[in-house]
């Protein structure tokens, strides 16, 4: 009742009713924190005022411990809240610096993996060391965007599955959406989100015995390559959201050094594909180096050597003689010499006998000359049927001459060509080096000359050149050069020289005789140049110009029943239209052919036969009608009165000389002979070089009808004749 009194509104019990009550606040300022109480349940104990005022001092006291204990629990639980966020942040930073230290192992991969094969194994223990991944595959979209490829495989029950067409499974769902997927079978809300999927149509099919299955794509540049997936058959492994984190930030760096793995394998690929074509086009370009080579060679080879005999050839032999002139000069005791050689009627034969027979002929000659030197001497062939040998390290001339002979008694040996014996003999130049001798053309120059004069020895067959030879080249090169002058000047002249009946003296017709009016030497016969005009090559020319002179002359030289003889020298019967232009050139002059014959020598039937009785036929159904001249002088003449279609023989001047009439000299019987043979062949019989009354008186009793000779008239130009016609 007294607590009643005290207090406004209704009051409550706790706990059993007490007899007395003492209770006061544990103020802190003008703030009630708290009360302390005390009771008592009998009537001997009653509270007095003092009591009242005891306890209300021990409340500020209580009041006091109170809070001290109170701020000590709140420290105590402030520094374990610290503690624990202090070790959850170790927690964290070593977890964040492990997970840096496996991005580095993943991203080290890409450059450390021998293979593919071993970046996924690797990076499949890298991940086991963070979650349970004993089942784990990595599958990849092929090339051509179109195929699921498994590039990496391991599972406790199912075997690598093959590549197959992009489909609508778990795991091209997360390569589709390109965002993770987690799918619990045991958690309601997982498989409530996987249900979904299949009846969304999503989903086809389901992750067959899989308790627990956690893929993340792989994504780089914004671009999905492939799925990382870990999967679990047993209850009691579980993948949580952290682990799907955690892979998922894992699988960045994944992404990002599989495209490096695959681009270094493209590269290393690549490379490898370059480093076999480099190979390849090495090998190619050491074959094409070793075929150029030979090419090179081959063609330094042909550049310097003759392609028909194999001997080196007239450069080759120029730059061997300029070094051995060095040489020379370097050494006056070395000594050393030139030999020039050509091949005796080489030219008959390569005309008569084919070009093949000459080729083989050439090298049949060129083994033979090989097979006369030493092993230092050099054999080239120049050309043609010219060839020279360089002795060096010679002792003076007998040497050359030593081996002149060698080559000469080489070639006396006859040659066999299809079935063919062939004679050939060479003539021989030689030059001995010295040191007025600067340049292989002096030297070569000399060796010419001096087989030029060899060519004219043809006992001998080979000459050393001196200076006579020289002073004898020099005259004969003025010469070549006049000739040429002559050419163009019209110098040349044709002569004539009357054909008499030997019974009265009456003139049948004339020999044109070729005559050089020489501005400084007078009017020259034929020998004392014709030589030289051949070897230079102009005779054809001059004799043309000779018969175009001596057409043009007929019709004031000759009456109709008169003819003129026009010497045709061998050259030109190695021309197969000669009949062709001669024919033309009488058509041209409005010349009857029944008033020319040629003039023709053993040497012109003997380069080319077949021709020579093809062209002479031709003539003779033409009108033109052939003789030959210096009968009897050759070794095969009376064959040709039956091979050839000859209209008459002109006997030389040889067995003319000691005719006389009763003389029986040493020409009588083969002039007795000549006539009877040509009369039983139905030839005419021109008995030439008469100068005496008793070689004309002689010849007549022989039964010879026609003569020419200075015992009837000397050559004359048509104008002398004329002359001679004209006086009263």
């Not at 593919?116 to 349970?132: G, K, L, N, Q, T």
């Not at 780089?220 to 930030?249: H, M, W």
């Not at 008459?648 to 000299?665: E, N, Q, Y």
Request: net charge negative.
């Amino acid at each position: 009742a007294q607590i009643a009194s005290q207090v406004s509104g209704k009051l409550a019990s706790l706990g059993s009713d007490c007899h007395d009550l003492l209770g006061v606040p544990m103020l802190a300022g003008n703030s009630v924190r708290g009360v302390i109480v005390v009771q008592s349940y009998t009537e001997r104990k009653r509270y007095s005022e003092a009591d009242k005022n005891l306890l209300a001092f021990v409340s500020s006291h209580v009041l006091t411990a109170l809070d001290r204990k109170q701020a000590h629990q709140e420290l105590e639980r402030r520094v374990a809240e610290r503690t624990h966020a202090l070790t959850q942040e170790i927690h964290e930073r070593e977890r964040s610096e492990r997970l840096q230290r496996t991005l580095f192992r993943i991203a080290e991969l890409s450059s450390t993996a021998a293979s593919a094969d071993d970046f996924y194994s690797e990076v499949h223990r890298i991940i086991s060391e963070w979650i349970d991944c004993r089942n784990f595959y990595i599958a990849l979209i092929s090339s051509d965007g179109e195929h699921l490829e498994f590039a990496y495989f391991v599972d406790e029950h199912e075997p690598t599955p093959a590549p197959r067409r992009l489909g609508r499974n778990i795991t091209e769902y997360v390569l589709r959406t390109g965002k993770p997927l987690l799918a619990d079978m045991s958690n309601a809300e997982s498989y409530a989100r996987i249900r979904q999927l299949h009846a969304d149509g999503d989903l086809l099919g389901s992750p067959g015995d899989t308790r627990c299955w956690l893929g993340v794509p792989l994504i780089c540049a914004e671009r999905a390559l492939g799925v990382l997936v870990v999967q679990s058959y047993a209850d009691g492994t579980r993948y949580t959201p952290r682990d799907q984190e955690l892979l998922t930030f894992i699988s960045y760096q994944i992404a990002n050094g599989l495209e490096r793995t695959r681009a270094a394998q493209s590269l290393q690929t690549a490379y490898a594909e370059l480093e076999q074509r480099v190979a390849e086009r090495t090998v190619e370009l050491r074959e094409q180096i070793a075929v150029r080579e030979k090419i090179e060679q081959q063609l330094k080879h042909e550049v310097l050597h003759d392609a028909l005999t194999g001997l080196p050839n007239r450069t080759y032999l120029r730059e061997h003689l300029a070094r051995v002139i060095s040489r020379q000069q370097r050494d006056p005791k070395h000594q050393f010499a030139v030999l020039f050689l050509d091949l005796d009627r080489f030219k008959v034969i390569n005309d008569s006998a084919g070009h093949l027979v000459g080729d083989a002929l050439l090298k049949e000659v060129a083994q033979r000359f090989s097979a006369c030197v030493r092993g230092d001497d050099v054999v080239a062939r120049l050309g043609g049927d010219e060839f020279a040998i360089v002795m060096e390290g010679i002792h003076g001339s007998g040497d050359t001459i030593r081996l002149a002979r060698r080559i000469v008694s080489a070639l006396a040996e006859p040659v066999h060509i299809n079935d063919k014996e062939l004679f050939t003999a060479t003539s021989i130049g030689i030059a001995i080096g010295g040191s007025d001798y600067q340049q292989p053309e002096q030297l070569l120059r000399d060796a010419d000359i001096a087989l030029y004069r060899a060519k004219a020895n043809p006992r001998q067959r080979y000459e050393l050149f001196d200076e006579q030879l020289n002073s004898e080249a020099l005259h004969l090169l003025d010469l070549e050069n006049e000739l040429r002058l002559a050419l163009a000047r019209r110098e040349f002249e044709p002569y004539f020289q009357p054909i008499v009946r030997l019974d009265d003296t009456s003139v049948v017709g004339y020999e044109a005789l070729l005559r050089w009016h020489h501005p400084l030497r007078g009017v020259l016969a034929p020998g004392a140049f014709l030589s030289v005009a051949e070897a230079s090559g102009i005779l054809e020319a001059i004799d043309w110009q000779m018969f175009e002179m001596t057409v043009n002359a007929i019709p004031q030289l000759l009456s109709p029943n008169q003819y003129v003889n026009l010497n045709v020298s061998p050259q030109h019967f190695r021309s197969a239209n000669l009949d062709t232009k001669l024919l033309a050139l009488l058509r041209n002059n409005a010349v009857d052919p029944h008033q020319v014959h040629i003039e023709i020598t053993e040497g012109a039937l003997m380069d080319n036969p077949e021709q020579a009785i093809a062209i002479i036929e031709r003539l003779r159904q033409a009108g033109v009608v052939t003789a030959l001249d210096d009968f009897g002088t050759g070794y095969s003449s009376l064959s040709y009165l039956h091979r050839f279609a000859l209209a008459t023989v002109k006997i030389d001047r040889s067995f003319i000389i000691d005719l006389a009439p009763g003389a029986h000299g040493s020409g009588e019987p083969v002039v007795r002979a000549i006539l009877a043979l040509a009369q039983s062949v139905g030839l005419d019989v021109v008995a030439e070089g008469i100068e005496t009354s008793d070689q004309h008186e002689a010849l007549s009793s022989l039964g010879c009808v026609l003569g020419q000779g200075y015992r009837f008239a000397r050559p004359q130009p048509l104008s002398v004749i004329q002359a001679a016609r004209n006086k009263p």
